[in-house]
């Protein structure tokens, strides 16, 4: 968040060497920055025009940003292809509300990959490519699916009690969420069938709330993880009550 502006821009932070690259230093929102999986690109979403759209930019910071994806709906990518032919984002529709889509890199053949009656979001394609892991509002909390994206009999509820921000594990054979009593939790999706829900540790993140971003990321080989705390703690902030506000609004 710049200090000055008051706004998000990303960054790159080299791990090995301590750098700070900033990518962006627009007077808008640049937020949600997805990795393409060589490393090269980052899609991330901006609204220079008001609604968010999905953008590109080198992650060496070489070129400037270019517009991949602009329609009449705000926008948030999730995750891109493993074979980096496509993006996954969700957009809000009308008639539909929240639904996950695909869209090529050069913002070509925008696709909806589900769209049903209920808010789906948080789409997180499996390393394999064969499967898609995501967020619905279909029940009366969030919870998190699987389903097969050569197959669509094939689809299951993950979580137990509610869950969101799905992760996958490099080898797609485990998957994670935050459940929603801040637990991490562990899937195994061995036999391409997942297994019970096993809770790993407990996470502080801030409550998911529309657009949904994700508040971690786990390693390649799911033994590390990335959580974005809140600095300050969401639950216990205290609430003022002012009393009398209308007559002291009247004696102003």
Not at 53 to 64: Q, S
Not at 126 to 132: F, I, V
Not at 155 to 182: C, H, I, K, N
């Amino acid at each position: 968040m710049d200090p000055q502006s008051h706004r998000p821009d990303i960054r790159v932070l080299d791990l090995i060497r301590g750098a700070k690259l900033r990518l962006t230093s627009d007077a808008v929102t640049d937020a949600s920055p997805v990795w393409s999986p060589d490393g090269r690109q980052i899609v991330f979403r901006s609204n220079p025009d008001g609604l968010h759209d999905l953008y590109l930019k080198p992650a060496n910071g070489a070129a400037r940003s270019a517009p991949l994806l602009r329609t009449q709906n705000a926008k948030y990518p999730t995750d891109w292809t493993p074979d980096s032919r496509a993006i996954v984002y969700h957009t809000y529709q009308r008639d539909t509300g929240s639904d996950i889509w695909l869209v090529a890199p050069d913002g070509s053949q925008p696709t909806p990959l589900v769209q049903t009656a209920f808010d789906e979001m948080q789409g997180q394609m499996s390393p394999d490519g064969r499967w898609l892991a995501y967020t619905s509002l279909e029940t009366d909390r969030p919870e998190v699916y699987i389903r097969s994206l050569s197959d669509r009999t094939k689809r299951w509820q993950v979580s137990a009690g509610g869950g969101m921000d799905p992760r996958w594990r490099g080898d797609t054979l485990e998957l994670f969420y935050v459940s929603a009593d801040s637990w991490m939790t562990s899937v195994r999706f061995g036999d391409s069938h997942p297994a019970a829900p096993r809770p790993l540790f407990q996470v502080h993140v801030t409550p998911p709330v529309d657009p949904y971003p994700s508040n971690y990321d786990v390693t390649t080989d799911g033994q590390r993880f990335l959580v974005k705390i809140p600095v300050h703690d969401v639950a216990s902030t205290p609430i003022h009550l002012l009393s009398n506000w209308l007559g002291a609004k009247r004696g102003s």
